[in-house]
């Protein structure tokens, strides 16, 4: 055991970059650890500043975001993630387009000086602001997040920008797809808004089409077209009777929904899927199918007389008696589901257990019961295995297990596809999944000047990772129209050395639990948001529960003096000493050598620093400082 190897790796200064998880995870590279630790402070202007530079779309990510930089977090790996999104819905609320008094854009733009920022940060984009100034315009198609941040970062840099949007408002699925008491659509405009008064130009109800499609628009005399028209057609399901009045597709559904129709749902519903999009339907549906009940004369009475929440309760009883019902079913396990790789996911799922939504992993579709043409129940066979070895789609079934559901509507969620019906024959490249087909890279197509992003090119993802797709096009076609290749890129970093002796965490920081604010059950309705901002005190006790990882304990060698007073005191047990000679395949690591000639090595361990600093504060030499890290990713032409 004595003579087992330690594996160690150097730390350089990718390794300090890498070890800010949600600084990595965010696909703009918001620097949330920071814009968390600025809360934590009561600097919330400076939050939000640190929050809205790298992202056009902020004040939607901060209710509506997948929030990968909260899956990163570290402090998910103790016990629960930092409430991220909600922080940033905080500071939003307050500065962002839907407060009272925003703060001015270019100042939010310039961010606080504060945080780790790269070349598609708001400060380096207005450092451009005249590039696009005597550029020919460019034409965007979409409003949803990758039209708007694209549109939103050439503006930036001066372009004329134009945004073509098939639909009456802006938002994409953002607005058509994702329940309004997830998102509130007057966050949708507000973030719009801000956009058109960089100069941006809205064309709204102006799809393409064959017969005004990408190639027109070059001949208009816009010098580059980016492609941002989404995913909105969903996928069928190849079962019997799956054409069957009463079977639906989820995107269908919520597209209806969002844009104020009624959908008669009967009072059984079993959606098919195992993501979000499965659970924003069940959850819409039991809003629906609560506020289409049939309720007595009495109780209409009570509504008449204002008292709704009365009816809404004779409602709620019905549901739990079985009169409604809605069932989500997946291939997958519960564990295996979509949803529930995110946290935001499983806290829906949760919500929507909470709201009377069943689930019912592991079962697959085999065909719809129909009875006089219409759905009337769904048959359904075991899926004992979804992936095979190599962990590729290959669902199999056990045929002697299968079940029957009473259904009056099957919603089907099982993906969505772009409608790329506009594309005449031979104009631009298509994949053989049906997407548009691109450079990874830039983006570009097969048509010189046009470039696509966002679900039409990848497949569906995150809010926040289209809005990627959004920023990189913008830079690409900036670098399109001056003839330039895209920039590499340097890390910069500035450390900050923390005086020990005042060098403190937030009082009980590792004590304090995950809390997100909800509305009681019984006051969700319609489109009320689930989910209320947090207050300025909730905030700063949820920020406080941050693990910095800016900071790191850095070793000195040249002073230790090897009396293992770090490694006593460590409450996480994350400090070690080793001999040199236990080090496997001779990793240079600065060792203190003994009085008797022996060599050690200080080892760390990045995942269970928890930054209390009590290994600085207890070194009797200052062998250990607690230190900041500030990261700059420049382009270098």
Request: proline share 6%; glycine share 8%; with cysteine.
């Given at each position: 055991?004595?003579?087992?190897?330690?594996?160690?790796?150097?730390?350089?200064?990718?390794?300090?970059?890498?070890?800010?998880?949600?600084?990595?995870?965010?696909?703009?590279?918001?620097?949330?650890?920071?814009?968390?630790?600025?809360?934590?402070?009561?600097?919330?202007?400076?939050?939000?500043?640190?929050?809205?530079?790298?992202?056009?779309?902020?004040?939607?990510?901060?209710?509506?975001?997948?929030?990968?930089?909260?899956?990163a977090c570290r402090r998910g790996k103790i016990d629960a993630p930092i409430a991220i999104r909600?922080?940033?819905?905080?500071?939003?609320?307050?500065?962002?387009?839907?407060?009272?008094?925003?703060?001015?854009?270019?100042?939010?733009?310039?961010?606080?000086?504060?945080?780790?920022?790269?070349?598609?940060?708001?400060?380096?984009?207005?450092?451009?602001?005249?590039?696009?100034?005597?550029?020919?315009?460019?034409?965007?198609?979409?409003?949803?997040?990758?039209?708007?941040?694209?549109?939103?970062?050439?503006?930036?840099?001066?372009?004329?920008?134009?945004?073509?949007?098939?639909?009456?408002?802006?938002?994409?699925?953002?607005?058509?797809?994702?329940?309004?008491?997830?998102?509130?659509?007057?966050?949708?405009?507000?973030?719009?808004?801000?956009?058109?008064?960089?100069?941006?130009?809205?064309?709204?109800?102006?799809?393409?089409?064959?017969?005004?499609?990408?190639?027109?628009?070059?001949?208009?005399?816009?010098?580059?077209?980016?492609?941002?028209?989404?995913?909105?057609?969903?996928?069928?399901?190849?079962?019997?009777?799956?054409?069957?009045?009463?079977?639906?597709?989820?995107?269908?559904?919520?597209?209806?929904?969002?844009?104020?129709?009624?959908?008669?749902?009967?009072?059984?519903?079993?959606?098919?899927?195992?993501?979000?999009?499965?659970?924003?339907?069940?959850?819409?549906?039991?809003?629906?199918?609560?506020?289409?009940?049939?309720?007595?004369?009495?109780?209409?009475?009570?509504?008449?007389?204002?008292?709704?929440?009365?009816?809404?309760?004779?409602?709620?009883?019905?549901?739990?008696?079985?009169?409604?019902?809605?069932?989500?079913?997946?291939?997958?396990?519960?564990?295996?589901?979509?949803?529930?790789?995110?946290?935001?996911?499983?806290?829906?799922?949760?919500?929507?257990?909470?709201?009377?939504?069943?689930?019912?992993?592991?079962?697959?579709?085999?065909?719809?019961?129909?009875?006089?043409?219409?759905?009337?129940?769904?048959?359904?066979?075991?899926?004992?295995?979804?992936?095979?070895?190599?962990?590729?789609?290959?669902?199999?079934?056990?045929?002697?297990?299968?079940?029957?559901?009473?259904?009056?509507?099957?919603?089907?969620?099982?993906?969505?596809?772009?409608?790329?019906?506009?594309?005449?024959?031979?104009?631009?490249?298509?994949?053989?999944?049906?997407?548009?087909?691109?450079?990874?890279?830039?983006?570009?197509?097969?048509?010189?000047?046009?470039?696509?992003?966002?679900?039409?090119?990848?497949?569906?993802?995150?809010?926040?990772?289209?809005?990627?797709?959004?920023?990189?096009?913008?830079?690409?076609?900036?670098?399109?129209?001056?003839?330039?290749?895209?920039?590499?890129?340097?890390?910069?970093?500035?450390?900050?050395?923390?005086?020990?002796?005042?060098?403190?965490?937030?009082?009980?920081?590792?004590?304090?639990?995950?809390?997100?604010?909800?509305?009681?059950?019984?006051?969700?309705?319609?489109?009320?948001?689930?989910?209320?901002?947090?207050?300025?005190?909730?905030?700063?006790?949820?920020?406080?529960?941050?693990?910095?990882?800016?900071?790191?304990?850095?070793?000195?060698?040249?002073?230790?003096?090897?009396?293992?007073?770090?490694?006593?005191?460590?409450?996480?047990?994350?400090?070690?000493?080793?001999?040199?000679?236990?080090?496997?395949?001779?990793?240079?690591?600065?060792?203190?050598?003994?009085?008797?000639?022996?060599?050690?090595?200080?080892?760390?361990?990045?995942?269970?620093?928890?930054?209390?600093?009590?290994?600085?504060?207890?070194?009797?030499?200052?062998?250990?400082?607690?230190?900041?890290?500030?990261?700059?990713?420049?382009?270098?032409?």
């Open positions: 055991m004595a003579d087992r190897q330690i594996h160690a790796v150097p730390r350089d200064l990718w390794w300090f970059r890498k070890n800010v998880p949600c600084l990595d995870a965010c696909p703009v590279k918001t620097d949330a650890g920071r814009y968390v630790q600025l809360i934590a402070e009561g600097r919330f202007e400076d939050a939000y500043r640190v929050a809205r530079s790298p992202n056009p779309i902020a004040s939607i990510c901060g209710r509506a975001c997948g929030a990968p930089c909260e899956d909600s922080l940033k819905r905080f500071v939003s609320e307050q500065f962002g387009p839907e407060a009272l008094a925003p703060i001015a854009l270019d100042r939010a733009l310039a961010g606080a000086g504060d945080g780790s920022v790269t070349p598609l940060h708001g400060d380096a984009l207005m450092r451009c602001r005249d590039r696009g100034r005597n550029a020919p315009a460019v034409a965007v198609v979409g409003a949803g997040p990758a039209g708007l941040a694209c549109a939103h970062d050439l503006a930036v840099r001066g372009y004329r920008v134009t945004v073509f949007e098939a639909m009456p408002s802006s938002g994409g699925m953002m607005r058509y797809g994702i329940p309004a008491y997830r998102l509130a659509r007057e966050v949708i405009d507000r973030q719009t808004e801000e956009i058109e008064k960089l100069g941006v130009e809205f064309r709204f109800n102006t799809p393409l089409s064959k017969d005004f499609g990408v190639s027109d628009l070059l001949k208009q005399g816009f010098g580059a077209v980016f492609l941002a028209v989404g995913a909105s057609r969903g996928r069928s399901v190849p079962v019997e009777n799956s054409d069957a009045e009463g079977v639906v597709k989820a995107i269908d559904y919520l597209l209806n929904i969002n844009r104020g129709y009624r959908v008669p749902l009967g009072r059984k519903v079993v959606v098919i899927g195992g993501g979000l999009v499965a659970i924003d339907a069940a959850r819409t549906a039991v809003r629906e199918m609560l506020s289409g009940l049939q309720i007595s004369a009495a109780d209409e009475q009570a509504v008449e007389a204002g008292t709704y929440r009365v009816a809404l309760d004779v409602a709620r009883e019905a549901a739990r008696r079985g009169a409604l019902e809605v069932t989500v079913v997946s291939l997958e396990s519960e564990t295996e589901m979509p949803a529930m790789k995110s946290e935001q996911g499983r806290e829906e799922a949760e919500t929507a257990t909470e709201e009377g939504v069943r689930f019912l992993p592991s079962w697959g579709p085999r065909r719809i019961v129909v009875r006089d043409g219409k759905a009337a129940g769904i048959e359904l066979v075991r899926c004992v295995r979804v992936f095979d070895d190599a962990g590729r789609f290959k669902p199999e079934f056990d045929d002697q297990q299968r079940r029957v559901l009473d259904a009056d509507t099957v919603i089907l969620a099982i993906g969505q596809a772009p409608d790329l019906s506009f594309i005449r024959p031979g104009e631009v490249e298509l994949t053989a999944a049906g997407t548009l087909k691109i450079d990874p890279i830039t983006l570009a197509t097969s048509i010189p000047g046009v470039f696509a992003g966002g679900d039409a090119a990848f497949p569906p993802s995150l809010l926040i990772t289209v809005a990627q797709h959004g920023k990189l096009a913008a830079q690409s076609i900036d670098a399109y129209l001056h003839g330039e290749k895209l920039p590499s890129r340097e890390l910069h970093v500035q450390i900050e050395e923390l005086p020990t002796d005042s060098y403190s965490m937030p009082e009980q920081f590792e004590q304090r639990p995950r809390a997100i604010p909800i509305v009681p059950l019984d006051r969700r309705s319609g489109i009320t948001e689930v989910e209320p901002v947090l207050s300025a005190e909730q905030a700063r006790d949820q920020a406080g529960r941050c693990l910095y990882c800016h900071i790191h304990p850095i070793y000195n060698g040249s002073r230790c003096i090897l009396c293992n007073r770090c490694v006593d005191i460590c409450p996480e047990h994350c400090l070690h000493f080793a001999p040199a000679s236990r080090i496997a395949d001779q990793v240079p690591l600065e060792g203190v050598a003994d009085e008797s000639g022996v060599t050690s090595v200080f080892l760390y361990d990045e995942e269970k620093c928890i930054r209390c600093g009590l290994c600085a504060i207890r070194c009797p030499t200052a062998a250990i400082t607690m230190e900041r890290f500030w990261f700059e990713e420049v382009a270098a032409r």
